[in-house]
């Protein structure tokens, strides 16, 4: 028979990685009859899933899947039988800034922006144990106890089913950890914590088990309707060889907050002066992963700008523009300087002299001017100036204009969820105006959205 063929999806920046924190589960898996694939497709469709039987998000991060390739996903599932995992993180999606519930809330299930604690732990708050499973399950059969290690909660919506809660006297308490979800031919599961399955960390995957609930994980993940097809011979084998990658990408992914794997350190953007292109396929690859970083830098350039618009506080500490000014001093050093007929050591004691001359200006500053009563209005962007988004294409539009109303549908059966949730006290106030605050933004932002493309398309 056909083996069991795995898409650790590699396209969107995961935090789990086989190659580098996720070896020892690769190997368990490979152990027990499964095949485990770098997958590197960009963007994810229908068409380059169909050989797989289980694709893994193992946490995205700072980067987003596509509406289109949620479109694509959601068909792969439902149709093909596929098998889903999504693992997250403490702080869900707003903390990874990824849109995993995105996808997620397609079967009924989101990631919450919190983090599970608890005093009953392996040593530390945000490493709760965890022992409350029910309904029985296949995933949690002959599972006592896991830590559930930097960890988010989750929220079903819909016909999705929790299988793993928090503890009584958890924060949050009672509150999903783990949720499954049969669609149509496939399954789904999600889990807010992906360190349970990290290497060589207290309460990983060493954890014995958390080794059990892998194998009974992934083994649920092959649907009964893959299984057919492979008894039928109707199933497809990956082209690629398992472990290998579908090209290059010019970012390593951050594998923890600091960004360190082990002892070696991984910069969040890497240019190379030489790049090799052996196929159609690299060069969209490598383009789309300079567009990717591209978009990540301009939603943080965009979030400072709103966070310093939107700030009480207008003083400009000197200290920060000393050193801003020290780190532009400093040019990037190359191997070989190129003759361009200019004296350097020249040039760079006349900046270093009017530095001088700044830095002494900005020292004798003893008291900076105070805050307007009244705030002028930003000034109109400049014209000419290229706007920060990328015109969409019709399909594109669709495609988007697809996920919003199935994410307003979501959110909807999300509201009278809570509302029922509040109405058998199962839920406190504060949370309950607390989430109910958040859905009410969310489906007032997607209808503003919708609007709009509804706009674009008539133009189109």
Same mark, same amino acid.
């Given at each position: 028979? $056909?083996?069991?063929?795995?898409?650790?999806?590699?396209?969107?920046?995961?935090?789990?990685?086989?190659?580098?924190?996720?070896?020892?589960? =690769?190997?368990?898996?490979?152990?027990?009859?499964?095949?485990?694939?770098?997958?590197? #497709?960009?963007?994810?469709?229908? =068409?380059?899933?169909?050989?797989?039987?289980?694709?893994?998000?193992?946490?995205?991060?700072?980067?987003?899947?596509?509406?289109?390739?949620?479109? !694509?996903?959601?068909?792969?599932?439902?149709?093909?039988?596929?098998?889903?995992?999504?693992?997250?993180?403490?702080? @869900?999606?707003?903390?990874?800034?990824?849109?995993?519930?995105?996808?997620?809330?397609?079967?009924?299930?989101?990631?919450?922006?919190?983090?599970?604690?608890?005093?009953?732990?392996?040593?530390?708050?945000?490493?709760?144990?965890?022992?409350?499973? *029910?309904?029985?399950?296949?995933?949690?059969?002959?599972?006592? #106890?896991?830590?559930?290690?930097?960890?988010?909660?989750? *929220?079903?919506?819909?016909?999705?089913?929790? %299988?793993?809660?928090?503890?009584?006297?958890?924060?949050?308490?009672?509150?999903?950890?783990?949720?499954?979800?049969?669609?149509?031919?496939?399954?789904?599961?999600?889990?807010?914590?992906?360190?349970?399955?990290?290497?060589?960390?207290?309460?990983?995957?060493?954890?014995?088990?958390?080794?059990?609930?892998?194998?009974?994980?992934?083994?649920?993940?092959?649907?009964?309707?893959?299984?057919?097809?492979?008894? =039928?011979? %109707?199933?497809?084998?990956?082209?690629?060889?398992?472990?290998?990658?579908?090209?290059?990408?010019?970012?390593?992914?951050?594998?923890?907050?600091?960004?360190?794997?082990?002892?070696?350190?991984?910069?969040?953007?890497?240019?190379?002066?030489?790049?090799?292109?052996?196929?159609?396929?690299?060069?969209?690859?490598?383009?789309?992963? $300079?567009?990717?970083?591209?978009?990540?830098?301009?939603?943080?350039?965009?979030?400072?700008?709103?966070?310093?618009? @939107?700030?009480?506080?207008?003083? %400009?500490?000197?200290?920060?523009?000393? #050193?801003?000014?020290?780190?532009?001093?400093?040019?990037?050093?190359?191997?070989?300087?190129?003759?361009?007929?200019?004296?350097? !050591?020249?040039?760079?004691?006349?900046?270093?002299? !009017? *530095?001088?001359?700044?830095?002494?200006?900005?020292?004798?500053?003893?008291?900076?001017?105070? =805050?307007?009563?009244? !705030?002028?209005?930003?000034?109109?962007?400049?014209?000419?100036?290229?706007?920060?988004?990328?015109?969409?294409?019709?399909?594109?539009?669709?495609?988007?204009?697809?996920?919003? #109303?199935?994410?307003?549908?979501?959110?909807?059966?999300? %509201?009278?969820?809570?509302?029922?949730?509040?109405?058998?006290?199962?839920?406190?106030?504060?949370?309950?105006?607390?989430?109910?605050?958040?859905?009410?933004?969310?489906?007032?932002?997607?209808?503003?959205?919708?609007?709009?493309?509804?706009?674009?398309?008539?133009?189109?």
């Amino acid at each position: 028979m $056909v083996g069991n063929f795995i898409a650790w999806n590699e396209s969107h920046k995961p935090r789990g990685r086989i190659d580098i924190n996720y070896k020892t589960i =690769k190997q368990l898996l490979d152990s027990q009859g499964f095949e485990s694939y770098q997958f590197s #497709e960009f963007p994810i469709t229908h =068409k380059t899933l169909k050989p797989y039987d289980i694709l893994v998000f193992a946490c995205p991060d700072f980067a987003k899947i596509a509406p289109q390739e949620i479109n !694509e996903i959601e068909n792969w599932v439902r149709e093909d039988g596929g098998g889903l995992l999504l693992l997250s993180h403490a702080g @869900g999606d707003k903390g990874r800034q990824t849109n995993l519930s995105a996808l997620a809330e397609r079967f009924g299930i989101t990631f919450e922006n919190d983090q599970v604690l608890s005093p009953n732990n392996y040593g530390m708050e945000n490493l709760p144990k965890a022992s409350t499973f *029910t309904p029985p399950h296949q995933i949690t059969e002959e599972i006592n #106890e896991i830590c559930y290690r930097a960890g988010c909660s989750l *929220t079903t919506i819909g016909g999705s089913v929790p %299988i793993a809660m928090s503890d009584q006297d958890a924060d949050p308490f009672s509150v999903p950890l783990i949720i499954v979800s049969e669609a149509d031919n496939g399954l789904v599961c999600a889990i807010g914590s992906y360190e349970i399955f990290r290497d060589e960390i207290g309460c990983g995957i060493e954890n014995d088990q958390h080794k059990k609930l892998a194998l009974n994980l992934f083994t649920w993940l092959i649907s009964e309707y893959r299984l057919t097809m492979k008894k =039928k011979g %109707i199933s497809t084998i990956p082209s690629k060889k398992p472990g290998l990658g579908y090209g290059s990408s010019l970012h390593p992914s951050l594998s923890d907050a600091e960004g360190e794997v082990g002892s070696q350190m991984y910069s969040p953007i890497t240019v190379k002066s030489e790049i090799k292109i052996s196929s159609k396929s690299d060069l969209i690859q490598t383009l789309y992963s $300079v567009l990717d970083e591209l978009n990540a830098l301009s939603d943080v350039v965009n979030k400072l700008i709103d966070s310093v618009i @939107g700030s009480e506080d207008e003083i %400009i500490e000197l200290q920060a523009i000393k #050193e801003m000014q020290e780190k532009v001093q400093q040019p990037p050093q190359l191997e070989e300087a190129p003759d361009l007929g200019i004296d350097f !050591e020249k040039l760079k004691r006349e900046v270093e002299a !009017e *530095t001088v001359e700044e830095d002494n200006e900005l020292s004798e500053l003893t008291e900076l001017p105070k =805050k307007p009563s009244t !705030e002028k209005p930003l000034p109109p962007r400049p014209k000419g100036m290229p706007s920060t988004k990328k015109k969409q294409s019709k399909k594109e539009l669709n495609a988007e204009l697809e996920g919003l #109303e199935s994410k307003i549908n979501s959110v909807k059966n999300l %509201i009278n969820f809570l509302k029922k949730k509040k109405g058998d006290g199962k839920i406190k106030q504060n949370d309950y105006n607390k989430q109910m605050k958040k859905l009410k933004y969310d489906l007032e932002n997607a209808t503003n959205k919708i609007e709009e493309i509804k706009k674009l398309l008539k133009k189109k």
